[in-house]
């Protein structure tokens, strides 16, 4: 019996309790067969000190959403996923609203992965490209 999108959102997002996913408020909003949304508040909790988006808190996003697609993705009962490296080009501030971070796959291999990330914000003005490697490796049995 195949798992409901919804069913499957509310699983992806209950892991996320106690992490800083939760202290960011983070949610995974929407995934597909080639792709994974999440989005973020932006308020005071996510600003840097003169009042707009910290770019920590955006790459938090980024790799958050590029890691949970290559979770999403994987048989996690063969293999374990953890990122290699991120970049983050912020190209346009934000003080309010949310903003959304799409993951869709470059490179989806057995052992590597290469996932770009899109950060808009509520009107679709895009804000930030990042880009993040995983590494999937056998767990030990």
Known sequence: MS???E?????INAVC???LMETLEITISDFGDDYLIAKMPVNS???????????????????SVGS???????NLEEVFVRG????ANHL???TEGYVF???????????TQLIDIHVTDDQDNLISVCRLSTISLPRKK
């Open 3 to 5: 798992i409901s999108k």
């Open 7 to 11: 069913a499957k959102l509310k699983e």
């Open 17 to 19: 309790k106690n992490t």
């Open 45 to 63: 909790r996510v600003y840097q000190p003169d009042g707009v988006l910290h770019g920590g808190a955006t790459a938090a996003l980024a790799e």
């Open 68 to 74: 949970f697609a290559s979770h999403l993705f994987s």
């Open 84 to 87: 290699t490296e991120i970049t």
């Open 92 to 94: 346009k501030s934000v």
């Open 101 to 111: 971070a799409k993951a869709t796959f470059l490179h989806k291999g057995r052992t």
